[in-house]
Structure formats: structure tokens, C-alpha cells
């Protein structure tokens, strides 16, 4: 069954069809729910809470982007809605204060630093860099988008991944040298 003729069988509420494209995205949907939540159990639970809800707003799916971008989104709102109700609370940021930021096209990380060391050194973050961080280099979302999903300006999305891009490469010299320099 091809990927449209699925989506349209679930929106008149066919079971099987539903089951079919569960099991084609919840492999995948786990993997980003599990880069914001660490407890296996409650990713499984944010991941579960996003399908129901993605079927119960199909009809909203325009096919303006991919099915799996669509669902992905409504899972990391739903991740974010679960820590925030953990009072994870994103830090309010003063914008008057913030200023804007210049993108660095030239970050990088020494050689012999693999993506598993800069997710690890990610999850030490401070939530408040750790978060858009995440959307911005894992997921690829641009500042635009981050600030709809955090639900801050576009100013605020540059500052804080801009700094928490410093602060993870800060973490990853220290972890390599032990000194940060």
C-alpha cells in the first residue's frame, strides 16, 4: 500500500492501516522522543500519546511537508508538554537584554569526537541550551521553527543555541584535554 493510499485508509479510521503505519514510524518517532526524555518508559508513553493524537488530527495533515516531519513535530511537542509539566520550564529569557546573535558557520569539534560523545556531553546541558540545541543540530530545525516550538522569539532561539553551542564545545574541550584549552 503506498504511503498515501495509508494515510488516507487512517483517516476514515481503518484499524489495520493505522497498525501498518505505526509500526512503519515508531521505531523512529522513539529514537527523537528518547533525545528528550531519558526514561525509556515515559519516551514510550510521549511516543504512544503522539500517535493518538497524530490520528486524531490527520485530517490537519496537508502533505505540505513529509508524513514523518509532520509526526515528528507532534512528538517533540509532546515530549516538551510531558517536561514541562515535570516543571522542566524553559528559562523566560529577557529580550532587551539578549541582543542578537551572529550564526558561526565555523563550529566545530576537535577530531576523534564522535556524535555519541557530543549527545552525551549534550544531555549535560543545562536545559535551557540543551533543548534548542537538540532541535537545531539534531532534528534541523531553524531558529523560526524553534521558536514556535519552544514558544520564544526567533532572538531568543539564536541566543541560546548560539551559546549553548559554545558551552557544549567549552564541555567537549574539557572532556578531550581536561583543561578546556
Same mark, same amino acid.
Given at each position: 500500500m503506498i504511503q498515501h493510499q495509508l494515510i488516507?485508509?487512517? #483517516?476514515?479510521?481503518?484499524?489495520? &492501516?493505522?497498525?501498518k503505519l505505526y509500526n512503519k514510524y515508531?521505531?523512529?518517532?522513539?529514537?527523537? &522522543?528518547r533525545r528528550f526524555i531519558n526514561d525509556p518508559f515515559e519516551a514510550e508513553d510521549a511516543m504512544q500519546e &503522539?500517535? %493518538? #493524537?497524530?490520528?486524531? #488530527?490527520?485530517?490537519?495533515?496537508?502533505?505540505?511537508?513529509?508524513?514523518?516531519?509532520?509526526?515528528k513535530r507532534i512528538v517533540i511537542n509532546k515530549?516538551?508538554?510531558?517536561?514541562?509539566?515535570?516543571?522542566?520550564?524553559?528559562?523566560?529569557m529577557n529580550e532587551q537584554v539578549l541582543g542578537t546573535v551572529e550564526?558561526?558557520?565555523?563550529?566545530?569539534?576537535?577530531?576523534? %569526537?564522535g556524535i555519541e560523545e557530543v549527545k552525551q556531553t549534550m544531555e549535560q546541558l543545562p536545559e535551557k541550551y540543551r533543548y534548542p540545541l537538540?532541535?537545531?543540530?539534531?532534528?534541523g530545525y531553524d531558529h523560526e521553527e524553534i521558536s514556535e %516550538?519552544?514558544? %520564544?522569539?526567533?532572538?531568543?532561539?539564536?541566543?541560546?543555541?548560539?551559546?549553548g553551542k559554545k558551552?557544549?564545545?567549552?564541555?567537549?574541550?574539557?572532556? #578531550?584535554?581536561?583543561t578546556g584549552y
Open positions: 488516507e485508509a487512517c #483517516k476514515q479510521n481503518d484499524r489495520r &492501516a493505522q497498525l515508531c521505531d523512529g518517532m522513539y529514537y527523537v &522522543a &503522539a500517535f %493518538i #493524537k497524530a490520528f486524531e #488530527k490527520l485530517a490537519q495533515f496537508t502533505g505540505e511537508v513529509s508524513f514523518g516531519a509532520w509526526l515530549c516538551l508538554d510531558k517536561l514541562k509539566a515535570r516543571k522542566l520550564e524553559l528559562v523566560a550564526e558561526e558557520e565555523n563550529w566545530n569539534v576537535d577530531d576523534g %569526537i537538540m532541535l537545531y543540530l539534531l532534528e %516550538i519552544l514558544d %520564544i522569539s526567533q532572538v531568543a532561539s539564536r541566543t541560546l543555541v548560539h551559546r558551552k557544549l564545545q567549552d564541555e567537549l574541550k574539557m572532556r #578531550k584535554h581536561g
